[in-house]
Protein backbone atom coordinates (compact mmCIF):
# COMPACT_ATOMS: atom_id res chain seq x y z
CA UNK A 1 0.00 0.00 0.00
CA UNK A 2 2.81 2.23 0.77
CA UNK A 3 4.03 2.85 -2.63
CA UNK A 4 0.67 2.78 -4.66
CA UNK A 5 0.39 5.74 -2.52
CA UNK A 6 3.66 7.26 -3.01
CA UNK A 7 3.53 6.56 -6.93
CA UNK A 8 0.56 9.43 -6.99
CA UNK A 9 2.41 11.41 -4.92
CA UNK A 10 3.03 14.50 -6.94
CA UNK A 11 1.87 17.98 -7.50
CA UNK A 12 -1.47 18.54 -6.13
CA UNK A 13 -4.14 16.68 -8.14
CA UNK A 14 -6.45 18.20 -11.00
CA UNK A 15 -9.07 16.58 -8.89
CA UNK A 16 -8.36 18.85 -5.79
CA UNK A 17 -7.71 21.73 -7.73
CA UNK A 18 -10.94 21.32 -9.55
CA UNK A 19 -12.35 20.99 -6.39
CA UNK A 20 -11.68 24.44 -4.99
CA UNK A 21 -15.01 26.47 -4.82
CA UNK A 22 -16.83 23.45 -5.25
CA UNK A 23 -18.16 21.49 -1.81
CA UNK A 24 -19.86 18.93 -4.09
CA UNK A 25 -16.20 17.88 -5.41
CA UNK A 26 -14.27 18.48 -1.75
CA UNK A 27 -11.06 17.14 -2.04
CA UNK A 28 -11.45 16.05 1.89
CA UNK A 29 -11.97 12.52 2.58
CA UNK A 30 -12.01 12.80 6.33
CA UNK A 31 -15.35 12.69 8.02
CA UNK A 32 -13.63 14.67 10.87
CA UNK A 33 -12.33 17.49 8.73
CA UNK A 34 -15.29 17.90 6.48
CA UNK A 35 -17.44 17.97 9.72
CA UNK A 36 -14.94 21.32 10.85
CA UNK A 37 -15.21 22.52 7.86
CA UNK A 38 -18.91 22.33 7.63
CA UNK A 39 -19.03 23.72 11.53
CA UNK A 40 -16.46 26.89 10.15
CA UNK A 41 -19.46 27.42 7.63
CA UNK A 42 -22.14 27.25 9.63
CA UNK A 43 -20.69 30.30 11.78
CA UNK A 44 -19.64 32.00 9.75
CA UNK A 45 -23.77 32.22 8.65
CA UNK A 46 -23.08 34.05 5.49
CA UNK A 47 -19.59 36.43 6.18
CA UNK A 48 -16.91 36.16 4.82
CA UNK A 49 -15.75 33.87 8.05
CA UNK A 50 -16.20 33.86 11.49
CA UNK A 51 -15.10 35.08 14.16
CA UNK A 52 -13.32 33.09 17.44
CA UNK A 53 -16.32 34.00 19.17
CA UNK A 54 -18.26 32.16 16.95
CA UNK A 55 -16.64 28.75 17.84
CA UNK A 56 -18.13 26.81 20.80
CA UNK A 57 -15.89 24.20 22.17
CA UNK A 58 -18.70 22.00 23.05
CA UNK A 59 -20.49 22.20 19.18
CA UNK A 60 -17.23 20.87 18.28
CA UNK A 61 -16.28 18.19 21.38
CA UNK A 62 -15.63 14.76 19.42
CA UNK A 63 -13.69 17.26 16.92
CA UNK A 64 -11.97 18.74 19.77
CA UNK A 65 -8.36 16.56 19.99
CA UNK A 66 -7.75 17.27 16.23
CA UNK A 67 -7.89 20.91 16.74
CA UNK A 68 -5.61 23.74 17.19
CA UNK A 69 -5.97 27.17 17.59
CA UNK A 70 -2.91 29.57 16.42
CA UNK A 71 -2.77 33.22 16.85
CA UNK A 72 -1.55 35.18 13.85
CA UNK A 73 0.48 37.94 15.06
CA UNK A 74 1.36 41.27 13.53
CA UNK A 75 4.75 40.97 13.05
CA UNK A 76 3.55 38.24 10.74
CA UNK A 77 4.71 34.98 12.79
CA UNK A 78 2.37 32.47 14.54
CA UNK A 79 1.77 30.47 17.92
CA UNK A 80 -0.47 28.18 19.10
CA UNK A 81 -3.14 28.89 21.33
CA UNK A 82 -4.33 25.20 22.41
CA UNK A 83 -3.55 22.20 20.42
CA UNK A 84 -5.86 19.49 20.86
CA UNK A 85 -4.70 15.91 22.74
CA UNK A 86 -4.23 13.94 19.56
CA UNK A 87 -2.19 16.48 17.98
CA UNK A 88 -0.36 17.01 21.17
CA UNK A 89 0.41 13.38 21.05
CA UNK A 90 1.13 12.85 17.65
CA UNK A 91 3.64 16.10 17.68
CA UNK A 92 5.11 14.58 20.81
CA UNK A 93 4.93 17.92 22.68
CA UNK A 94 3.05 20.16 24.07
CA UNK A 95 3.46 23.32 22.03
CA UNK A 96 0.90 25.86 23.30
CA UNK A 97 2.19 29.22 23.80
CA UNK A 98 5.22 28.63 21.58
CA UNK A 99 5.91 29.97 18.05
CA UNK A 100 5.64 27.68 15.37
CA UNK A 101 8.39 28.84 13.18
CA UNK A 102 10.72 27.31 16.67
CA UNK A 103 8.78 23.89 16.97
CA UNK A 104 8.28 22.57 13.14
CA UNK A 105 10.72 19.98 12.42
CA UNK A 106 13.05 20.74 9.60
CA UNK A 107 13.59 24.26 7.86
CA UNK A 108 12.04 23.02 4.53
CA UNK A 109 8.75 21.69 6.43
CA UNK A 110 8.80 24.34 9.06
CA UNK A 111 8.75 27.06 5.01
CA UNK A 112 6.04 24.66 4.08
CA UNK A 113 3.52 24.88 6.81
CA UNK A 114 4.41 28.57 7.31
CA UNK A 115 3.34 28.75 3.58
CA UNK A 116 -0.01 27.06 4.03
CA UNK A 117 -0.54 29.67 7.04
CA UNK A 118 0.42 32.64 4.75
CA UNK A 119 -1.82 31.21 2.06
CA UNK A 120 -4.76 30.99 4.99
CA UNK A 121 -4.75 34.44 6.36
CA UNK A 122 -3.75 36.35 2.88
CA UNK A 123 -6.97 34.63 1.26
CA UNK A 124 -8.97 34.35 4.16
CA UNK A 125 -10.61 31.50 2.87
CA UNK A 126 -10.25 27.75 3.92
CA UNK A 127 -7.66 25.96 3.01
CA UNK A 128 -6.71 21.93 2.83
CA UNK A 129 -3.27 20.12 2.19
CA UNK A 130 -2.62 16.81 2.64
CA UNK A 131 1.30 15.48 3.37
CA UNK A 132 3.20 11.88 2.93
CA UNK A 133 5.83 11.60 5.22
CA UNK A 134 8.76 9.04 4.56
CA UNK A 135 11.25 6.95 5.99
CA UNK A 136 14.24 8.70 6.17
CA UNK A 137 17.08 7.55 3.55
CA UNK A 138 14.04 5.67 1.53
CA UNK A 139 11.10 6.92 -0.28
CA UNK A 140 9.01 4.38 1.38
CA UNK A 141 5.54 6.42 2.96
CA UNK A 142 5.17 5.75 6.79
CA UNK A 143 2.78 8.54 8.15
CA UNK A 144 -0.15 10.45 6.24
CA UNK A 145 -1.26 13.82 7.09
CA UNK A 146 -4.47 15.62 6.17
CA UNK A 147 -5.41 19.35 7.52
CA UNK A 148 -7.60 22.28 7.35
CA UNK A 149 -6.58 25.62 7.66
CA UNK A 150 -9.93 27.75 8.84
CA UNK A 151 -9.26 32.08 9.00
CA UNK A 152 -11.01 33.33 12.14
CA UNK A 153 -11.35 37.72 12.33
CA UNK A 154 -13.63 39.35 14.82
CA UNK A 155 -14.29 41.74 12.11
CA UNK A 156 -14.82 39.34 9.05
CA UNK A 157 -12.03 40.73 7.44
CA UNK A 158 -8.58 40.85 9.62
CA UNK A 159 -7.66 37.20 10.36
CA UNK A 160 -6.41 37.29 13.76
CA UNK A 161 -6.76 33.43 14.28
CA UNK A 162 -6.81 30.06 12.31
CA UNK A 163 -8.52 27.29 12.73
CA UNK A 164 -6.86 24.39 12.50
CA UNK A 165 -7.54 20.46 12.36
CA UNK A 166 -5.05 17.51 11.80
CA UNK A 167 -5.72 14.14 11.50
CA UNK A 168 -2.74 11.46 11.03
CA UNK A 169 -3.01 8.32 9.14
CA UNK A 170 -0.13 5.54 9.89
CA UNK A 171 1.15 3.29 6.78
CA UNK A 172 4.06 1.97 8.52
CA UNK A 173 2.68 1.26 12.29
CA UNK A 174 6.35 1.19 13.40
CA UNK A 175 6.07 5.21 13.03
CA UNK A 176 3.89 5.82 15.51
CA UNK A 177 6.27 5.52 17.98
CA UNK A 178 7.89 7.98 16.06
CA UNK A 179 6.79 11.62 16.93
CA UNK A 180 5.94 13.91 14.41
CA UNK A 181 8.42 16.94 15.74
CA UNK A 182 10.89 14.36 14.57
CA UNK A 183 11.73 15.54 10.68
CA UNK A 184 10.85 13.43 8.33
CA UNK A 185 10.73 13.90 4.68
CA UNK A 186 7.44 14.53 3.22
CA UNK A 187 5.88 15.62 -0.20
CA UNK A 188 2.39 17.56 -0.34
CA UNK A 189 -0.31 15.49 -2.53
CA UNK A 190 -3.23 17.66 -2.11
CA UNK A 191 -3.42 21.51 -1.69
CA UNK A 192 -7.13 23.36 -2.34
CA UNK A 193 -9.01 26.57 -1.26
CA UNK A 194 -11.97 25.83 -0.52
Known amino acids: MPSEILAGAQTPTSAAVAAVGNAAASPITDDRLQQCVDYWLQQAAGRPMPSRADIDPLDIIKLLPHIMLVDVLDEGR ?8 ANMQEHGVNATGRYLDEVL ?5 RDHVLRLYDECVQSRQPLYSESLFMRPGRLVAERHTKVVFLPLAPDGEAVNMVLVAQVFLYLDPT ?5 FVVGRPYREIAH ?3
Open 78 to 85: YRYRLIGT
Open 105 to 109: PGPEY
Open 175 to 179: SRDRH
Open 192 to 194: ARL
